[in-house]
């Protein structure tokens, strides 16, 4: 016999092709579970839920059941650092096991979606995530489908990686900060207690912290220091804007940086500076760090902090979400800001 559906008072000894859901008094989950054989006393309770017909009896060559799918997503979609669970309801979920960024590669995810019955949801590519996050879930949205669907997503799936997860690097970070008036102690620094609280939140430690006068010989003689002493992130701040007078992305440069960009489509931290000596990343940041609880500062450490390198083109995708909504209560990064 085909899979069919039954009146309920006629599935009686029959087995349930499907989970059967249900929701009352707080309770959502599976009344009843697939495979489970209808007995006279089920008849009540699945007519009370409004459940006038269920699924039973063997699925048709060539479809797949619901759950079947749903493992078969997950197996061609397994990450390091994170585990599934389930089926349940129909639904796999895919868990991290750690503390880092998931990557996405969202035009495979859009192919994989627009198969037809396929559907696959995650958090945002580039997400900072924390140990017991969920990351994605994958379900067939029809109780069956025809099998060829899941072979062409596993196609695509094995020619390219969907997700990844990736731990952060132990990072010893150098900072240089640069303003005459700090120098010459006529304001304090508040830069270094900020800067501190954000690296705090990543392993590694911070190798030195370097202030400088508005001189770009000795801002320059700073890093060099700090890179001898085992920096292998240099954070500068103080002098990032375009004025003549600012020394800092001048210095930067002089370094021998291949700088990607000196200003990111992206608010508060439009003047932020990317750039790279050799294999150590360099942040110039703009002093709204110092003022404002979330900067394109805070989007952009996750990525260095896992080691992947940033790219030109990664900086232009922050203007798609780049606009900081300025809540009154921050609660970054579970918003709109910095997706790319």
């Known amino acids: 016999m085909s899979m069919k559906k039954i009146k309920v008072e006629d599935a009686v000894g029959m087995a349930l092709g499907h989970d059967i859901t249900a929701m009352f008094d707080g309770f959502k989950g599976p009344l009843f579970r697939r495979g489970h054989v209808i007995e006279e006393e089920d008849i009540p309770k699945l007519l ?30 397994k990450i390091e650092g994170a585990h599934f669970e389930g089926p349940s309801e129909g639904k796999m979920l895919l868990v991290s096991d750690i503390k880092g960024m998931l990557k996405v590669d969202t035009k495979l995810l859009k192919k994989i979606n627009s198969i037809g019955d396929i559907t696959i949801t995650t958090l945002p590519d580039h997400y900072r995530v924390e140990e017991g996050d969920r990351l994605a879930s994958m379900r067939i949205v029809p109780l069956f489908t025809d099998k060829a669907q899941i072979d062409e997503a596993e196609k695509l799936c094995a020619a390219s990686h969907l997700l990844e997860l990736l731990p952060y690097k132990d990072l010893k970070s150098g900072i240089i900060i640069t303003g005459s008036e700090v120098y010459e102690g006529r304001i304090k620094d508040r830069f270094e207690p900020v800067v501190r609280k954000k690296l705090s939140y990543f392993p590694g430690s911070i190798t030195g912290i370097k202030i400088c006068d508005d001189d770009m010989q000795m801002i320059i003689n700073a890093a060099k220091e700090l890179m001898e002493e085992g920096a292998d992130f240099l954070i500068f701040t103080g002098g990032m804007s375009v004025d003549p007078d600012d020394l800092t992305p001048g210095a930067i440069k002089a370094l021998g940086a291949e700088i990607l960009s000196h200003g990111v489509p992206s608010q508060p931290g439009n003047m932020t500076l990317a750039a790279y000596i050799g294999d150590i990343p360099v942040l110039g940041v703009p002093g709204a760090a110092i003022s404002l609880p979330t900067t394109i500062f805070d989007v952009l450490l996750p990525q260095i902090f896992t080691g992947l390198k940033l790219t030109k083109e990664d900086l232009i995708r922050l203007g798609d979400g780049g606009l900081c909504q300025m809540c009154s209560n921050c609660h970054y990064p579970n918003c709109t800001f910095g997706r790319y």
Do not use: Q
Request: aromatic fraction near 4%; glycine fraction near 10%.
């Open 48 to 77: 009370d839920i409004g459940k006038k017909t269920v699924f039973a009896g063997d699925i048709d060559p060539g479809m797949l059941h619901e759950e079947d799918c749903a493992r078969a997503l997950a197996d061609m979609t």
